[in-house]
Each structure stands twice: as structure tokens, then as C-alpha cells.
């Protein structure tokens, strides 16, 4: 299936959070009002003059998605160039063989790709703060950044990560480009 009929298959994140468990959309919801972006960060959203359109892969019992699924729709709030539509994984996890982490399809998965739907780039489960982190192995800081990563605390970097691929500065998801 092509991009662009997944992209127009999914649905919107008002429908994802109606078909949530009460207990889930109340975390999604407390994520976002604890959202605070810096002054620099919201001028970089501003400024994007292009549409982007954004294919997110997403589960509402999903910490990761609780934590970075919010970041996007702040986004999509401060400049309306950009928008998104979500799907499950499951059922799609053929299409998300493209998309790894360590290994595996992992969600959120978040596809970014300009007006003709050609990929920019694309944000897999966690931020390359994160990944970095866990690289290096040392587990009291893996500990650290996951339980401050799942409290919401890393808003700001979700969004710098998203930044770089609208912006062209990170063409895939591991830097390569």
C-alpha cells in the first residue's frame, strides 16, 4: 500500500483518544498541558513554510506514544502547515519493517513527508537523546532517562528531533542522509 493511502487511512487524534481507555486518554492529556516548549523551539515551528504531513504509528497503551504523540499535536497547534493522521500497528507491521529500532518495528513510529508525500524522514519510539543513552550501556542513566522520558519530561527534545527531520537537517533516522 502506497504512503499516501495509509496517510489518508488513518485517523485523526481527537477519534484515537475517543477510542482510548478512560485511563490512557487522561495520561495523553495530562502530557500535553504539561507540554512547555522553549521560545526558540516554538520560533522554529513558526517559521516552517511547507506542509508537512505526518503518518504516525500509534497505540493508546503505549508510554512512548503517551509521551510523544502530545509533542506533535502541540506542533500541529502552533503552525497549521502541519498535520497528521494515525494508525494502529497492528495489522501494519509488513509496512513497518522499514522502520527499526534495534531490530524491530517499534511505535511510535512517526513518518514525516512533504505536500507529495515523499518521506522526509522518520522519529522511531524514542528521541536519539535516548537512543544515545542506552548506547553507552550504563544502566543508572538508562534507568534516569527512561523514568524522566515516560514522565513527559523530554518534550523539548521530541520536538527538536521532529524539527531536524521538517527541516532537512536529519534526513532518516539514524542521521544518514
Known amino acids: 500500500m502506497l504512503i499516501r493511502e495509509l496517510y489518508e487511512k488513518g485517523i485523526k487524534y481527537s477519534e484515537f483518544l475517543e477510542k482510548a481507555d478512560q485511563k490512557?486518554?487522561?495520561?495523553?492529556?495530562?502530557?500535553?498541558?504539561d507540554i512547555k516548549l522553549?521560545?526558540?523551539?516554538?520560533?522554529?515551528?513558526?517559521?516552517?513554510?511547507?506542509?508537512?504531513?505526518?503518518l504516525v504509528f500509534a497505540e493508546p497503551w503505549c508510554p512512548?506514544?503517551?509521551?510523544?504523540?502530545?509533542?506533535l499535536v502541540k506542533?500541529?497547534?502552533?503552525?497549521?502547515?502541519?498535520?497528521?493522521?494515525?494508525?494502529p500497528r497492528e495489522g501494519y507491521e509488513d509496512f513497518l519493517e522499514n522502520y527499526k529500532y534495534e531490530g524491530k518495528p517499534r511505535i511510535p513510529t512517526f513518518i514525516f513527508m512533504n505536500e507529495e508525500f515523499e518521506e522526509l524522514g522518520a522519529f522511531v519510539e524514542?528521541?536519539?537523546m535516548l537512543?544515545?543513552?542506552?548506547?553507552?550501556?550504563?544502566?543508572?542513566d538508562i534507568i534516569v532517562a527512561?523514568?524522566?522520558?515516560?514522565?513527559?519530561?523530554?518534550?523539548?527534545?521530541i520536538a527538536g528531533d521532529f524539527l531536524e527531520i521538517i527541516e532537512g537537517s536529519k534526513r532518516t533516522e539514524d542521521g544518514e542522509g
Open 64 to 71: 512512548d506514544c503517551i509521551v510523544s504523540l502530545p509533542v
Open 131 to 140: 537512543k544515545d543513552i542506552y548506547a553507552r550501556g550504563y544502566q543508572p
Open 75 to 87: 506542533i500541529t497547534e502552533i503552525n497549521g502547515l502541519i498535520d497528521f493522521t494515525i494508525l
Open 146 to 157: 527512561r523514568r524522566d522520558y515516560r514522565q513527559g519530561k523530554y518534550a523539548e527534545v
Open 126 to 128: 524514542i528521541p536519539q
Open 38 to 54: 522553549s521560545e526558540k523551539t516554538l520560533e522554529r515551528i513558526e517559521k516552517i513554510a511547507k506542509k508537512v504531513r505526518v
Open 24 to 33: 490512557y486518554r487522561r495520561e495523553f492529556e495530562k502530557c500535553y498541558e
